[in-house]
């Protein structure tokens, strides 16, 4: 019996994806940063720090200082700000109606530290999400791939791994909620290719949102 479905945010809530990789693009050539485009899809989910060390590390062999950290985190978020146009994902309200229909708790557990999206989900999607029951980056330590942001979401569903079932677009997402031991639908948004997200661990993968709700039904009653 399914009690809680825990929805990633970017690229799974918002069509905001495009606009992540205009941000962290920008910022890491203003820095001089070793990067391709790609990089950014293939670190979704992961915190903010994480994503920074990595370049540093592959630019400069070193991890970034706190004080870099801050200050480029700092000039990304506002530039996505600055881009994102707040739209939400085509096909999601679709499956989130059938959730509530179900009478099934609705949680978000998401990488991100993006206030403006955040603060925005409420609002957004109406009765679906509350903030006592999200995990976002100001909850976790380590974040995606790492279990902790999926497991804190078990937390605060009040659910078992078994009664749980995950919404990522994104590799480290998928690898996150698999390592929590949760059944995992990958919806592929985005432009990597699909056996990116099956080598993460995907149980089901779907190319859209739409394509997710016309099967929904079955997904839920089949486990
Ligand atoms: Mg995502």
Not at 19 to 27: N, Y
Not at 57 to 66: E, L
Not at 75 to 99: C, R
Not at 187 to 193: A, E, I, K, R
Request: glycine letters at 8%.
């Amino acid at each position: 019996m399914i009690k809680a479905v825990l929805f990633d945010m970017d690229g799974v809530l918002y069509d905001s994806m495009p606009f992540h990789i205009c941000a962290w693009s920008e910022i890491s050539a203003k820095h001089h940063l070793d990067y391709v485009p790609e990089d950014f899809y293939l670190l979704e989910g992961c915190t903010g720090e994480y994503t920074i060390n990595l370049l540093y590390q592959r630019t400069y062999g070193r991890n970034a200082t706190a004080e870099e950290i801050k200050i480029l985190y700092r000039e990304k978020a506002n530039l996505f700000t600055k881009y994102n146009d707040g739209n939400p994902m085509h096909g999601v309200a679709d499956v989130l109606k059938q959730v509530k229909d179900l009478g099934t708790q609705t949680l978000v557990v998401t990488g991100s530290g993006q206030k403006s999206l955040i603060d925005k989900l409420e609002t957004d999607f109406p009765g679906h999400f509350k903030r006592e029951k999200m995990v976002t980056a100001f909850d976790v330590k380590r974040g995606k791939p790492d279990p902790e942001p999926y497991l804190m979401g078990l937390v605060k569903a009040g659910v078992s791994a078994g009664e749980a079932i995950v919404v990522e677009n994104a590799p480290m997402g998928v690898q996150s909620a698999r390592a929590a031991d949760i059944f995992t639908i990958a919806v592929n948004t985005g432009p990597l290719p699909d056996q990116v997200l099956r080598d993460a661990g995907a149980n089901l993968l779907f190319p859209d949102m739409p394509s997710l709700a016309k099967s929904f039904q079955e997904i839920i009653k089949a486990r």
